[in-house]
């Protein structure tokens, strides 16, 4: 039982370039989200899924697609990579109903030159 | 979504009791109250969560007065190792709600 994984674990890109960060939870949870944490500040959230096929924007959408074709599976598109999307991203997963602990992956750490 | 208030930082000595406070004066009925733990590089870890009175587990409480305007997340004789960002969220998560993370209080601990 891995619980999330993300990967990359770390990833440097040009301004410009396009890159999808992976993330997949194998404990069937219905609930996937992704955030973005810059130095010294909260977590805010990217986009987020309540099952396969449906999709929602978060506080900070702009610059990022996902797509939610599995239970499993939510990866995070960046489109053109920017220098203000140099962050550390974070994975999460949870249950829908009742007991809602959520459960987060280590993270990737992007940089964006 | 009810809009949180902790405070920014708090400091500590190892042994101590240490208890952060958290804001939600405009918590709606269904919602819940949860607070999560982050260790530099690593991502959050949930905690504990209630709804009203007291919740006990065997790393924290949680207190939640009545009216449920605030609540109290108590670390008993903390630890070095206890040094973290801790963040309380609120929100009716029964429906699949969105978690919204507010900026945190950064707990030191000294020895």
């Known amino acids: 039982n891995a619980g999330v994984t993300q990967t990359p674990k770390f990833q440097v890109l040009k301004t410009g370039q396009s890159m999808t960060l992976q993330c997949a939870q194998d404990?069937?949870?219905?609930?996937m989200s992704w955030y973005r944490q810059d130095p010294g500040m909260g977590l805010r959230l990217i986009h987020y899924?309540?099952?396969?096929?449906?999709?929602d924007q978060g506080e900070v959408p702009n610059g990022y697609n996902v797509s939610r074709s599995t239970t499993e599976d939510f990866p995070l598109r960046l489109l053109s990579a920017a220098p203000s999307q140099t962050s550390v991203y974070f994975c999460a997963s949870r249950l829908t109903g009742g007991f809602t602990e959520a459960f987060f992956g280590q993270g990737t750490r992007l940089t964006v030159v | 979504l009810a809009k949180t208030t902790q405070p920014i930082s708090m400091d500590s000595y190892e042994g101590q009791e240490v208890n952060i406070t958290c804001s939600h004066n405009n918590i709606a009925t269904n919602d819940y109250i949860t607070w999560y733990q982050q260790f530099p590089s690593q991502g959050p870890r949930f905690i504990i969560q209630g709804y009203k009175t007291k919740v006990t587990n065997e790393v924290a409480s949680l207190f939640i007065p009545a009216d449920r305007k605030s609540s109290t997340l108590s670390l008993p004789r903390v630890s070095l190792s206890d040094t973290a960002v801790y963040y309380c969220?609120?929100?009716?998560?029964?429906?699949?709600?969105?978690?919204?993370f507010g900026q945190g209080t950064e707990l030191s601990v000294k020895p």
């Open positions: 899924s309540v099952g396969a096929g449906i999709t």
């Open positions: 969220l609120v929100g009716d998560y029964n429906q699949g709600g969105k978690l919204i």
């Open positions: 404990m069937n949870h219905e609930y």
